[in-house]
Each structure stands twice: as C-alpha cells, then as structure tokens.
C-alpha cells in the first residue's frame, strides 16, 4: 500500500469517527426538560472531535510529505 492510500484511508477513518460525534451530539435535547434516555458526554464528544481533527492532519501531513520524498525519488533517479 502507498504512502498516500494509507494517509487517505487514515482520513477517511477520522471522517467517520466525526460523523459518528456529530450523530451523538445530534441527539442533544434542545430543551432541558427534553432529556432523552441515552445522556450524551459533551466533554467526550468534544475530545472524539479533537481527536479526528489532529488525526486528519496528522494524515495530511503524511501525504503531503509521501508526496514530496516520491518526487525527490524521481529527482534523484531521472
């Protein structure tokens, strides 16, 4: 697998982990006398987005940096 699938299957799981926090925050009562019966964790949630959001640039990072050491490869080669 290349440098650049990894990084982007590593971006697509944080995508889903934000999707998945932004489902359980969804569920939120507007009011509060509107509790429903499964509490969401704000502080959780607010941690599982964090966490998303550093992996997804950690996986930027990656790629871009993939990128660039396969052009200096080619560089070197051509």
């Not at 569920?27 to 509107?34: E, Y």
């Not at 992996?55 to 990656?62: D, H």
Request: net charge negative.
């Amino acid at each position: 697998m290349s440098v650049i699938a990894t990084a982007a299957e590593g971006i697509r799981r944080a995508e889903e982990r934000v999707q998945r926090a932004a489902e359980r925050l969804a569920r939120l009562p507007l009011n509060a006398g509107d509790a429903p019966a499964d509490v969401v964790d704000l502080s959780a949630e607010t941690v599982a987005l964090i966490e998303a959001r550093n992996a997804s640039a950690a996986n930027a990072a990656v790629a871009q940096t993939g990128q660039e050491l396969e052009q200096h490869l080619l560089d070197i080669l051509g």
